[in-house]
């Protein structure tokens, strides 16, 4: 296949855009897509509230999608959003939990900005040996690499762990040093999912029933901070799983029992400190699956896709325009 550069697709790398956030005092939305419905609705609510914003895409999802069509829905979201009325979009094409360096170079040679080198499953020194070797590719081509240290729990397509350990805040130095990446995804208590803690790590709302999860924790995430003065965090598995979506999907047929995510209270915290790329893919998931729900429930005789297809691209684009704006803060930066 052809090699492109992010440059002729019109994308950007993340430098220019975690540095302004890191400064700022608030995140970038990176938000997980498959379809053309999603990628429609992240770029609407990025230019309707001018932001910056990283369409991610997993493994799984390339896979799925096809890695020449994205090539293209990439173009096409960067030139969508300039019909939109935005002159100059910052939109970045970001792989999700690279899981080797071939991944991550086929990804830079068909046209992303940005790779995720996920080397957290390995010893320390392997995991700098692998993420080392991504960035020297990545950084001939201007590409930027986010890293990660320490274990999120949870399953996000092939990613999976069963308990999680928080980042070790006397490691960030000689990771970030050793390997050059731009940016680290650490783990501090968020996780992968619509399950992202058990019931019996949860306390229960008396008045709701509703699960509340345990805090995240901050402490950690101050001490990497203060061992590395403004480089660029990054939290994985940060949605909030909006308990109204549940319902709606409950009780039209679908059964998610005890789903619950991450406060946003937590996230608008987060968000305010060096942490500057925020994931969120579960909760668009959702939004997907409740409205389409809904929308069959109500109207059992329809099978034009556009019909149920169409509800769904405009709740998903609601629950994004949500996060910019309300959670991460990062409306009007551009
Ligand atoms: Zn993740």
Redesign the pocket.
Known sequence: MKKVSYKELGLVNTKKMFAKAVKGGYAIPAFNFNTMEQMQAIVQAAVETKSPVIMQV?KGARKYANPTILRYMAQGAVEYAKELGCKNPQIVLHL??GDSFETCKSCIDMGFSSV?I?GSSLPFKENIKLTKKVVAYAHKYDVTVEA?LGV?AGV?DE?SAAESHYTKPEEVIEFATKTGCDSL?ISIGTS?GAYKFKPEQCTRDPKTGLLIPPPLAFDVLKAIEKKLPGFPIVL??SSSVPQEYVKIINENGGKLPDAVGIPESQLRKAAKSAVCKI?I?SDSRLAMTAAVRQYFAKNPGHFDPRQYLGPAREEMKKLYEHKIVKVLGSNNKL
Do not use: I
């Open positions: 997993s999700d939990h995720m996920d990660e999120l996000e990613v995804a992968h994985h598995g994931n893919d």
